[in-house]
């Protein structure tokens, strides 16, 4: 499902390596539901074609020339663009995950992942969600916890949520889907939604990933928690 009612999640690739812009959008242009807006080659040009093309989706690798893949995101949330941005990485490159998150990417990507989980994670994250798998989501925010803290204390909005809305936002950072959730709190998967939407509005956040790491640096979440 689209995250615009049906029309296909619009995505940009920026890489700097042609075989491997060449590679996602091979896969892109043949899954449906899908729309490959354009590429970029450096950071400078992801920032220019995300004002231009409106993608719902860019995918960004961090190693880039002129402007790095990171500073790209940021610059890019902070343009107030819709565009959720998922960083491309590897396993050996956890430095550069932390600083996505702090950029505000909605999750991340490894390059050499499955066709489907690719197409899966596109999708996903175009309607709202994250790309972490609950282990990994453990393993980056214990390692972000660790760092100085160099960014802004957790929001004072964090008092503002209910009850309910703590009990959910405890198991977000767990990294559970809706439906898993729902199952522990015996709540519709519809309810449950409502409930993430109200989380991310109260604190202010662009998505689950971000309302994550709120979770951890407010001592509501601790890792290695299940």
Same mark, same amino acid.
């Given at each position: 499902?689209?995250?615009? !009612?049906? &029309?296909?999640?619009?995505?940009?690739?920026?890489?700097?390596? &042609?075989?491997?812009?060449?590679?996602?959008?091979?896969?892109? !242009?043949?899954?449906?539901?899908?729309?490959?807006?354009?590429?970029? *080659? !450096? /950071?400078?040009? *992801?920032?220019?074609?995300?004002?231009?093309?409106?993608?719902?989706?860019?995918?960004?690798?961090?190693?880039?020339?002129?402007?790095?893949?990171?500073?790209? #995101?940021?610059?890019?949330?902070?343009?107030?663009?819709?565009?959720?941005?998922?960083?491309? =990485?590897?396993?050996?490159?956890?430095?550069?995950?932390?600083?996505?998150?702090?950029?505000?990417? =909605?999750?991340?990507?490894?390059?050499?992942? @499955? %066709?489907?989980?690719?197409? /899966?994670?596109?999708?996903?994250?175009? $309607?709202?969600?994250?790309?972490?798998?609950?282990?990994?989501?453990?393993?980056?925010?214990?390692?972000?916890?660790?760092?100085? @803290?160099?960014?802004? %204390?957790? @929001?004072?909005?964090? /008092?503002?949520?209910?009850?309910?809305?703590? $009990?959910?936002?405890?198991?977000?950072?767990?990294?559970?889907?809706?439906?898993?959730?729902?199952?522990?709190?015996?709540?519709?998967?519809? #309810?449950?939604?409502?409930?993430?939407?109200?989380?991310?509005?109260?604190?202010?956040?662009? $998505?689950?990933?971000?309302?994550?790491?709120?979770?951890?640096? =407010?001592?509501? *979440?601790?890792?290695?928690?299940?």
């Amino acid at each position: 499902m689209s995250c615009r !009612d049906g &029309a296909a999640i619009r995505v940009l690739i920026a890489d700097d390596e &042609a075989l491997v812009r060449a590679g996602l959008s091979l896969i892109i !242009d043949l899954e449906p539901g899908l729309e490959l807006v354009g590429e970029a *080659a !450096d /950071g400078r040009q *992801a920032i220019a074609r995300t004002a231009a093309l409106s993608p719902d989706v860019v995918l960004m690798d961090v190693r880039m020339p002129d402007i790095d893949g990171i500073a790209a #995101t940021r610059r890019i949330v902070q343009s107030g663009s819709p565009a959720r941005v998922l960083i491309l =990485s590897t396993f050996g490159a956890d430095e550069q995950v932390y600083e996505g998150l702090r950029a505000g990417a =909605s999750g991340f990507l490894l390059k050499d992942v @499955p %066709r489907e989980q690719l197409v /899966g994670g596109i999708r996903i994250v175009a $309607d709202g969600g994250s790309l972490l798998a609950p282990a990994i989501t453990r393993r980056l925010i214990a390692g972000y916890l660790r760092r100085p @803290p160099t960014g802004p %204390r957790p @929001p004072a909005s964090l /008092g503002e949520l209910t009850p309910r809305e703590l $009990d959910v936002l405890r198991l977000l950072a767990q990294g559970l889907s809706n439906a898993e959730i729902a199952g522990v709190l015996v709540l519709g998967e519809a #309810t449950v939604k409502t409930h993430v939407g109200r989380i991310l509005a109260k604190l202010g956040v662009r $998505d689950r990933v971000q309302a994550v790491v709120v979770a951890f640096q =407010s001592g509501l *979440a601790h890792p290695g928690e299940d």
